[in-house]
């Protein structure tokens, strides 16, 4: 079985524009469920509104039986970072968003998790001459760097989202966060890769990940899907699901090992059962993969002779034979 986790957040009520959905739970409630939902261990916390006493947190995931996968800090519901945080122009305010990571890497030390995620999603713009593009990428460098230097044993990873809640985020594609690390120029930093911001950003997930895991920098995972123009944190597999596939083949092929993490929101669908969709399908593609020749695919690739590889694909993944 794969390390299967799951973003705590989603598992209590979740709102859009319109509607609320699902009923709130406290910490310990949305422990209990996650325990009863199959396929997983690990969750994703969201720090600290979500949670902040690590003693208390601590108990509850041994009580259920959990492990961390992450510690998401929450880089922007504050007043203060409605115009960004990490690169505001009020260096009080960066300074605080710093502090907040820093808090949270403090906090998944006294936990015991071992990475730090962070989507700076306050951090960008809506219109033309509305913002310094170097000044902004400088006070990225500046505090993502600063952030990062802390703690150095828990790592911080960037997770990039081309939009939401800024008309474009600074940073929104997987090269731009690479780019953003050779800048900071620290180990310590890596990339959180999430399937469906790849998807509506309009990149190839695998192709992402590929670029991420030829790279110095470490990366950590988010499964959804969309339909390529919203994050509709959809269940996998649902809307591209040979591009699920060509992902998971990828990170089969450099032997990812770390958690796969639901970043996926039920609204209409029963919690549990939304989940389990996640693990079932991923689980049984991970098993699938290793029934094919993957050596036969490669080489198949290799020739250039497209034709050939579908045939492949109709018969050893879809199964059509």
């Not at 808090?103 to 015991?112: E, S, V």
């Not at 990039?160 to 050779?182: H, I, M, Q």
């Not at 992902?247 to 549990?272: E, N, V």
């Amino acid at each position: 079985m794969l390390k299967m986790a799951i973003i705590t957040g989603f598992l209590s009520r979740t709102k859009d524009r319109f509607h609320e959905y699902n009923e709130p739970l406290e910490l310990k409630q949305k422990f209990d469920l996650m325990s009863r939902i199959e396929g997983y261990d690990g969750v994703e916390v969201v720090f600290p509104y979500e949670v902040s006493d690590p003693d208390l947190t601590r108990t509850c995931l041994a009580e259920y039986g959990l492990k961390v996968a992450a510690v998401n800090v929450n880089v922007k519901a504050e007043p203060e970072f409605r115009n960004g945080g990490l690169t505001s122009t009020d260096k009080s305010v960066r300074a605080k968003a710093v502090e907040f990571i820093k808090h949270a890497k403090d906090f998944a030390a006294a936990l015991g998790a071992d990475k730090v995620t962070c989507c700076p999603l306050g951090d960008g713009y809506e219109f033309a001459f509305q913002y310094d593009y170097a000044l902004a990428w400088k006070h990225l460098v500046e505090t993502f760097g600063e952030a990062g230097e802390h703690r150095k044993e828990i790592p911080l990873f960037i997770e990039y989202k081309p939009s939401e809640t800024r008309g474009r985020c600074f940073v929104d594609t997987a090269a731009k966060a690479l780019c953003l690390l050779n800048d900071i120029q620290s180990g310590d930093i890596g990339v959180t890769l999430d399937f469906g911001h790849s998807l509506y950003g309009n990149e190839n997930p695998a192709e992402a990940l590929a670029l991420l895991a030829e790279s110095r920098y470490p990366y950590y995972i988010h499964i959804n899907d969309n339909d390529g123009r919203w994050d509709w944190d959809y269940f996998c597999g649902t809307k591209h699901f040979l591009e699920y596939v060509e992902f998971l083949y990828y990170l089969k092929t450099y032997g990812y090992d770390d958690y796969l993490t639901s970043d996926t929101s039920p609204t209409r669908w029963d919690i549990k059962g939304t989940f389990e969709v996640n693990s079932r399908i991923t689980n049984k593609i991970w098993a699938h993969l290793d029934q094919i020749d993957l050596n036969a695919l490669k080489g198949l690739m290799a020739r250039g002779d497209y034709l050939e590889t579908w045939k492949f694909i109709e018969t050893m993944i879809f199964s059509l034979k």
